[in-house]
């Protein structure tokens, strides 16, 4: 038997000596990771409005992050793109888009951990930077970032929206940090059911999820990758395939154990539908809940 | 995820990804599917980084995820998610010196229930105990044995099936 088992032994070696396999590095695997918690974030802070503890803001997006945006900046609205979807629209064209700081755009591929200490300095000062950028056009707004906020906030789901009934949150609007920059985000939470809710000591009504939960949030283009391409580009979350939404061809990526994306850019919308079901693990939110949601969109037009 | 954290995954990446990176391989059997297995697994340790690294093994714990997540990938198809671009079994047939009994292997590999087939690659490709598979299937010893016996039938039964086929 023993024999037999370490010739099973040599053959299972030699045939994962065949993978071609490249394993993630540190900093995408941490980069990823700040992501997510961007979004988490949002999602408990679209919470909380709902209920009134207050509406969030990109300040307490990037501080209760740990280390926040990796870089901000700003890129004019004409930026180039190979969609065949128009990729500007009336409310965007003036609008302030946000875009990643080129210097981020090359980690190195073995950072040393001087450098990681550089760069957790260097991404709180970009975390900062972006509250600031978003505190500066949430109090100060321009003509153009109002028309862009007008814009968004007529964008809805229709009440109730198809195969997420519940309103998990109140809509809103508001600067959005996606970890490559800031921009002004609707956010729409739906779930499949109501959640538990229970009322912690502070006041705070916390809710859990009970079944599948979908977060739709729509940015001026430019916010936030949405082409296979341009997601694997930025590092972003493994694509698993593409779809189609609103006619155009959308990216269906997976954004963590219990989650999955489908994003799209339509009439100079970026459009991102999240689907989590980390409440009930083998329930899965499919690519076509997510792409329903998208079609069903109202007020595209600008 | 502070400073220090970060050193410390990074570091744990940097020594531990190779070798885990080939377990996803053996699960999943196909090198985009083993990417992204072991991608979702170092998510979810990194994730709970301080949790895990004061309560258990780190490597235990991204074992543990990639078996479970490869279980609920094939649920997940099995229930009718569409993953637009399916995950293909890409072994491509070898058949020359050595490599020919791996080639067999890693078909026959693929033939198991996931169970089983995790058993397989964690006891006989990990070398772990069966204390140790059985703490990461969540599952008795005494179910460990039984699984790795019940495997190594069905192996040795799809070998023989593969290797007639290809003679024919």
Known sequence: VSEAEDRLRDALHRAADRSNAVAPSAERLLRLHRHHVYRRNAMVGASLAAVGVGAWAVTDVATAGGSGSDTVGVRPATSPSSRGTPLTNAACAAGPLVTPNPSAASPSPSPSPSSLRADAAAQDQAAAAAAQAAHDATEHPSTATSQEKAALDRISLPDPAPGFPVWRAKDTTAMTDFGSGVAWTRTMLRAVKPGTSTTEGSGVIDTTPNGQEATVMVACHGAFPTTPRAVGAAHEYPVIGTTTARGQAATVVRSDTHQIGVLVTVDGWDIAAYGDYGAVPNDPVTPAQLVTLVDALEHLDG | ?168
């Open chain 2, 1 to 168: 995820v502070n400073a220090t954290d970060a050193e410390e995954f990074t570091a744990f990446v940097a020594t531990r990804s190779p070798a885990l990176l080939r377990t996803a391989f053996m699960l999943t059997g196909d090198d985009r599917a083993a990417e992204d297995l072991l991608q979702t697994a170092l998510l979810a340790t990194v994730r709970h980084w301080r949790r895990i690294r004061e309560r258990e093994s780190l490597e235990a714990f991204v074992r543990r995820v990639m078996v479970n997540e490869r279980r609920s990938w094939f649920r997940r198809r099995q229930s009718g998610e569409v993953a637009v671009a399916e995950i293909v079994e890409s072994m491509t047939p070898d058949f020359t010196g050595r490599s020919a009994d791996a080639d067999l292997v890693s078909r026959a590999l693929l033939t198991l229930p996931h169970r089983q087939r995790a058993t397989v690659v964690l006891r006989f490709f990990d070398d772990l105990s069966e204390a140790e598979v059985a703490s990461i299937l969540g599952c008795s010893v005494g179910t460990v044995k039984s699984q790795t016996s019940k495997a190594l039938i069905k192996l040795r039964a799809a070998l023989v099936n593969i290797d007639e086929r290809c003679e024919l």
